[in-house]
């Protein structure tokens, strides 16, 4: 205690003070070992803001509320803590959050929280109308982003919509401040929420929206590179899976409660801003939540979202032409993001070429019709007009007219051959290809300049689509300059070629720096032709990638050959990644097995047999590292049934990876092949008890850890671009980011109910008879932790077995669904209602599930051909968000130093009585003053160890500044020899007297059997700060008997306030 007072020249000191008393907190159940007066201490620091060790403080006072909230109750840290969260600082925010939410998650300790005060106080200063002052944004911005904390957990969602969403339609309300700032503040928030990309730049993004286009689409035209179709795919192409989306899930529950508590309706106030920059952006917003809103939800919210009545009616008055534009121009670009929301969904397919639609094929038709009819004049023209034949200096030709050559007549046979032997046209253009030259291959690496490599990618198309323009690739001299430039890399070339003498053309730097990293770009469109194949070929380009992939120090040219190759065809690109894979050095094996996910995320829903096999070899990898990942990717690719049945009929031996091919093991479960491979195995009856026991549990912490990782504040790394190499920071997307994903993990049970074989053995343990019976008559004590487990485990693996359609017969069985549907909208646990509600998704994934929850008023939202997604909410839920308020239940210390049965003198009474005023600011500087003159006038009496052990009771029971407690403390002089220790010690012995303070009176009673280690929350006894404690010591005889030896101090140093 007094080692925590010190000023902060002894910080050291202090911090080995914190960490022992940390190491309390940490072991179990020894909460008990830290009393009141150091979690004062705690306080008095944690108040300080220019304290050094004050953050650690907060999060020591997090963990204890954690593990005895009355304990912080009692001292008045709930105070502390909900200060700190309004003021900052924000690298302490996210501790003091998930705190709160912890209490307020359970009926036993929420009572500490004041319903509709505590909580709320950040929302206040969106509401502060007037208030400009230094360091308002940023405070804004701070809570904020606390809000956003709150409304990503189920706790925090489900508090803030109590009393009919008040909360909620503040932070609405917010949106009609006069104040910009807090506007733009509250519409980055809703932006965040709903995990859309906030347009910094509203104005170029409504430009795009009129325009009809994907953003950044000025080369959209062209045939994107594998690498570029991969990156696509592999970040925002459609996914499927069998599991369910918890995020999306959660999105439709926050979608629903802010349309319900009026988001529509003032966004589109703001529509009618004079702000043109905040009009922007509410019209994008409107725009998202709506796409949203038709993607998540079931169709009986169409009319609540779609309608938009006050912004139709707007765009119909004549009354104000202003407005009318303005709603009218809403109108349209919403209906421009319906569309640019259909791209995105079917873009990264139909750009790879694997699902063109029909506009996109016509297209393409329309322009080899065009380059067909084109008569000569014109083709001449076109030509001229590139400054191609009439200028050398490639910045003066025009880009964009060669690349509607390149994509239109040159795709016709006489053009081709004309602009090949009649003009210099192409030569120029492949010159400036050519590595020789010199010209592309130094340009710097922008991505701007990435449309030379797209125009490239273009013409290497053309050219291989026309026996002319092979012949032509075949003879010049451009395929040979590259092979000539990557042997200078290769030690088997170089003997031939020699060492360069200048760096090599794809040395690292310029790799990084220049565009030159292009050319494996290019080489991966020849990769996409048979013919373009054949080139390299005899080029001995392919040679050259064989030697190069055992470079262990350019592993970035290893990334950049595997990342432009395609894969779709049997042949030297999948033998290299097979290679590669098994490089001797693990962090290129690591890579290759990484990308093969790519791969097979970009091949949709096709067979990848080939991929199978290959991920199959690195499940053997000696790197553990090497083997999670190719599990995870296998994992992943068995979504598709066919890869499934292919891996389970290689039969591949999973007993060596230990707990690491469980996932892969529970895959086989859902097929009958799988089911009796996994039989022969001795698997599935072991693995079946393992769950039962233990590992029920251990799913339910891992997915609430990933959900709470998925939904957190924390931005995901940007992503890098395996075509420009640079990092994607974004600057403004109309588009919605696509959500973070997470899918539940297989659960044995749900994968066991998949076979007939599985139901039946799931019979015959009778595992499920004891679930039903658990959910129908569980009685349990909502302040354990370890039964909420319980029961979390049991929704989750009864949620997984109803998934499947004939897992679903075993809860109508037993007519289990009622129960969780109870669970879901009557749970005093907030987070169990979080549980319940993500199972009851798991139901309704089947349609008999989906059509009993609709008689429990559940709805489902349905996709093409009524295939259930699982997404399922409430037909009214205010009901489910409802949460009953509470009695607010403080605690307050009790102590009276005055009572006559303490035997103290005047002085005493007078000393203790002016410490006791120095909790009050106004009397404090009298006191002082005169405690200074009492020390001086009668020294004696602060030397007195019965005294200080007095005001050490005081300083336990209230409130001080350390400001108070330092003065305090740096009055006694108390020595700590041998007699003090023993003096200090005797209330806690077990034959000593004790003083025990009961409201209103001090008594001194005989503690029964020498119980030292009583809990604090049984009321306010007192405890002796300075024993020490001797757990394995049941009575002082046993100190007598010489069993335990108590510590000798010797006072050898003297310092300010003690003798040490």
Not at 180 to 198: G, S
Not at 606 to 629: G, H, K
Not at 847 to 861: C, R
Request: charged share 25%; aromatic share 8%; hydrophobic share 40%.
């Amino acid at each position: 205690l007094r080692t925590l007072m010190r000023d902060q020249k002894f910080d050291p000191e202090r911090e080995q003070a914190l960490k022992l008393t940390r190491g309390l907190i940490s072991c179990a159940n020894k909460t008990s070992f830290i009393k009141p007066g150091i979690v004062r201490a705690l306080i008095a620091i944690a108040e300080q803001p220019d304290d050094r060790i004050r953050l650690v403080c907060l999060e020591t006072l997090c963990e204890l509320m954690i593990q005895n909230v009355e304990l912080v109750v009692s001292c008045g840290g709930v105070r502390v803590v909900l200060q700190a969260l309004m003021d900052g600082p924000k690298e302490i925010i996210d501790p003091l959050v998930m705190t709160l939410l912890y209490i307020v998650d359970k009926p036993q300790s929420r009572v500490f929280i004041r319903p509709a005060v505590d909580l709320e106080m950040v929302i206040s200063s969106f509401t502060d109308t007037y208030t400009l002052a230094q360091g308002y944004e940023e405070r804004l911005k701070s809570h904020a982003r606390i809000v956003s904390t709150y409304l990503k957990s189920w706790t925090g969602l489900i508090y803030l919509s109590m009393d009919s969403k008040k909360a909620i339609k503040s932070i609405i309300l917010s949106l009609k401040s006069p104040l910009k700032e807090t506007k733009k503040i509250v519409l980055e928030m809703l932006f965040d929420l709903f995990r859309f990309k906030y347009p910094k730049n509203p104005a170029r993004a409504m430009k795009e929206l009129n325009q009809s286009k994907p953003p950044y689409s000025t080369f959209s035209r062209i045939p994107l590179t594998p690498a570029v179709e991969v990156y696509i795919q592999s970040t925002g192409g459609p996914k499927t899976s069998n599991g369910l989306d918890l995020v999306e899930h959660h999105l439709a529950i926050l979608l629903i409660l802010f349309v319900d508590a009026g988001l529509i309706e003032i966004l589109i106030e703001l529509i009618e801003s004079e702000s043109k920059s905040t009009s922007e952006v509410a019209t994008i917003l409107v725009a998202q939540v709506l796409q949203l809103g038709n993607r998540l939800l079931p169709g009986s919210y169409g009319p609540k979202i779609q309608a938009l009545p006050r912004l139709f009616k707007m765009a119909a008055s004549f009354g104000d032409e202003k407005l009318r534009h303005v709603a009218t121009d809403a109108l349209s670009q919403i209906d421009n993001m319906r569309r640019l929301d259909q791209h995105s969904v079917n873009g990264a397919a139909d750009r790879s070429g694997k699902l063109k639609n029909r506009e996109q094929r016509q297209v393409e038709q329309a322009k080899i019709r065009v380059g067909k009819q084109i008569d000569d004049l014109q083709f001449r023209n076109m030509l001229n007009d590139t400054q191609v034949l009439s200028e050398k200096e490639y910045t003066k030709w025009n880009w964009e007219l060669i690349l509607e050559l390149i994509q239109g007549p040159l795709l016709n046979a006489k053009r081709l051959e004309e602009a090949i032997k009649g003009t210099k046209f192409l030569k120029r253009l492949i010159c400036f290809y050519r590595p020789s030259y010199q010209l592309f291959s130094n340009i710097p690496k922008t991505e701007k300049n990435m449309q030379y490599v797209d125009i490239g990618c273009a013409l290497m198309s053309t050219l291989l689509a026309n026996p002319e323009g092979v012949r032509y690739l075949s003879e010049n001299k451009f395929l040979r300059q590259i092979r000539e430039c990557l042997s200078q890399l290769d030690p088997v070339s170089s003997a031939v070629y020699g060492s360069p003498e200048e760096e090599p053309m794809f040395s690292r730097e310029r790799m990084e720096a220049t565009l030159t990293s292009g050319y494996f770009t290019l080489l991966g469109t020849l990769c996409q032709h048979s013919e373009g194949v054949w080139l390299m070929e005899q080029f001995k380009i392919f040679s050259l990638y064989y030697h190069l992939s055992e470079l262990r120090s350019r592993d970035d040219l290893i990334r950049a050959i595997i990342g432009n190759m395609d894969y779709s065809m049997d042949g030297h690109p999948r033998i290299i990644l097979s290679k590669i894979m098994t490089s001797a050095y693990k962090h290129i094996r690591l890579f290759a097995t990484k990308y093969l996910q790519t791969i097979i995320r970009a091949s949709g829903n096709e067979f990848n047999e080939w991929a199978i096999r290959l991920l199959i070899t690195q499940l053997y990898d000696p790197s553990v590292e090497v083997c999670e990942m190719a599990v995870k990717v296998l994992d992943e690719a068995c979504k598709n049934q066919q890869n499934l049945e292919s891996l389970v009929r290689l039969r591949p031996s999973l007993e060596h990876l230990g707990d690491i091919g469980n996932p892969l093991l529970l895959r086989f479960l859902s097929t009958s092949t799988g089911f009796r491979y996994l039989l022969e195995l001795d698997y599935i009856e072991s693995e079946m008890e393992d769950w039962f026991e233990r590992r029920n549990k251990n799913y339910v912490i891992h997915l609430e850890l990933a959900l709470s990782k998925a939904l957190s504040n924390d931005p995901a790394p940007p992503v890098q671009s395996p075509t420009t190499g640079k990092f994607d920071s974004g600057d403004v997307d109309p588009e919605p980011d696509p959500p973070a994903v997470l899918l539940t993990p297989p659960h044995f049970y749900g994968g066991l109910t998949r076979t007939k074989e599985g139901c039946d053995l799931l019979r015959k343990k009778g595992h499920f008879k004891h679930f039903a019976e658990f959910l129908r008559t569980y009685s349990i004590d909502f302040g354990d932790k370890h039964a909420i487990l319980e029961l979390k485990s049991i929704l989750w693996a009864v949620g997984h077995i109803g998934s499947t359609k004939i897992g679903l017969r075993f809860l109508e069985e037993e007519d289990v669904i009622k129960n969780i549907v109870d669970i879901a909208e009557n749970s005093p646990v907030l987070s169990l209602r979080g549980t319940g509600y993500y199972v009851l998704g798991l139901i309704s994934r089947s349609s008999q599930g989906a059509d009993i929850l609709e008689e429990f008023g559940w709805q489902t939202a349905n996709i093409a051909l009524g295939t259930s997604r699982g997404l399922c909410v409430p037909e009214d839920p205010s009901k489910f968000l409802m949460l009953p308020p509470w009695k607010f239940q403080g605690k307050q210390s009790q102590y009276d130093p005055f009572n006559p049965e303490l035997n103290l003198d005047k002085t005493e009474v007078e000393i203790l009585r002016n410490i006791g005023n120095l909790s009050n600011h106004i009397l404090a500087n009298s006191s002082s003053r005169v405690l200074t003159k009492l020390k001086h006038d009668q020294p004696e009496y602060f030397t007195r160890s019965s005294l200080f052990y007095e005001v050490v009771r005081i300083l336990s029971h209230y409130h001080f500044r350390i400001t108070a407690r330092r003065f305090v403390i740096d009055l006694f002089d108390v020595e700590l020899n041998v007699d003090t220790l023993e003096l200090l010690d005797r209330p806690a012995d077990s034959n000593s007297e004790m003083v025990q303070i009961v409201p209103g009176k001090l008594t001194v009673t005989v503690p029964v059997n020498g119980k030292r280690d009583a809990d604090p929350t049984e009321g306010p006894k007192l405890q002796n700060i300075n024993s020490v404690w001797k757990e394995d010591v049941s009575s002082p005889k046993a100190v007598d008997s010489g069993q335990f030896k108590k510590q000798t101090l010797v006072p050898t140093v003297v310092v300010k306030g003690f003798l040490v």
